[in-house]
Every structure is written in C-alpha cells, then in structure tokens.
C-alpha cells in the first residue's frame, strides 16, 4: 500500500497501520526512510514561516533555509534516534515485552503520520503569524502526534504479548 494511503489510514486506524507494518518483518532501511520522509517534509512546512521571519527581520531566506534544513536532516532524526531508544528502555523497565525496532517505528511513523497538520501549521504560521490559529493547528499536529505514537506503541506490545 502506498505511504499517503498508509497515512491517510493512521487519521482513521492508527493501531493497525503499525500492527501492518510491524507484520511485513525488521527492515530498518524502511524505518529510516519512514524518519527521513517525515524530517523532510517538516522542513520543507518550515518554508512559509521562514520567508515570514525573512520579509520582516531582513534576514537572507537561504541563510535561514540552510540552518533548517541542518536542523531537520541532521539534529532531529538523532534526537528521534535517542527518544527511540529511551521509550525502549522505559517500556522494558515497565512491560518488557517490545523490541528496539518497534518503539522505533512506531515513533517513526507517528511523526510521519502526523506531518499534514504539521504542513498545515506551515501554511498557517507562515499566512498569519503566530496567532491563535497556529497555537491551535500546532496543539493539533502534536496531539496526532502523540496519540500516533501510543497507539503504535500499544500496538508493538499486542503483537508481542
């Protein structure tokens, strides 16, 4: 099945996107991919805010554009790496019944899942600022975000259990 209907899919059902995903095997090229898309499509979200922040501080928009872009595919996927692996170790002090591979998809594919409110919250902030709008396309993006990510994870923890 296709990423966009995969995605489209977790607004609906995310327990069982992650329990599908889990059941095609360990591929770890897959789950990177999965990160990589999500950082990428965050960046490019980035895009109307910066040219905001570029039209009314005077500040250069490929200056601004370049530091984002090392932000979000460099920095963010190793702070993804590094919650990936603490969510592991709380999960096997509490439960211990996941594996390193799925704490890491499920958060993984929640980012990527969550990403169109997160384009969403792009177009906003870049249109209107930081305004009420955005604080909530924002409070959005991070509450699919998280919900994505416990059901991914309590899903990981059926398949297992």
Do not use: K
């Not at 870049?126 to 909530?136: Q, T, V």
Request: charged share 15%; with cysteine.
């Amino acid at each position: 099945m296709a990423v966009s209907s995969d995605i489209l899919r977790t607004w609906r059902h995310p327990r069982q996107v992650v329990a599908d995903l889990l059941a095609q095997g360990r591929r770890e090229d897959r789950a990177i991919a999965i990160l990589m898309a999500g950082c990428g499509l965050v960046f490019v979200a980035q895009w109307p805010r910066l040219a905001r922040v570029a039209h009314e501080t005077g500040d250069e928009l490929a200056r601004l554009l370049a530091y984002e872009l090392l932000a979000w595919i460099f920095v963010w996927p190793l702070a993804f790496y590094a919650l990936a692996g603490l969510s592991w170790l709380m999960l096997r002090i509490v439960r211990r019944s996941i594996t390193a591979y799925a704490s890491r998809l499920a958060l993984f594919w929640a980012f990527l899942a969550a990403t169109p409110a997160g384009l969403l919250y792009g177009l906003q902030t870049g249109f209107n600022g930081a305004d009420a709008a955005s604080r909530l396309v924002g409070a959005v993006w991070l509450a699919a975000f998280f919900l994505f990510w416990a059901q991914g994870l309590r899903a990981a923890l059926e398949r297992r259990g």
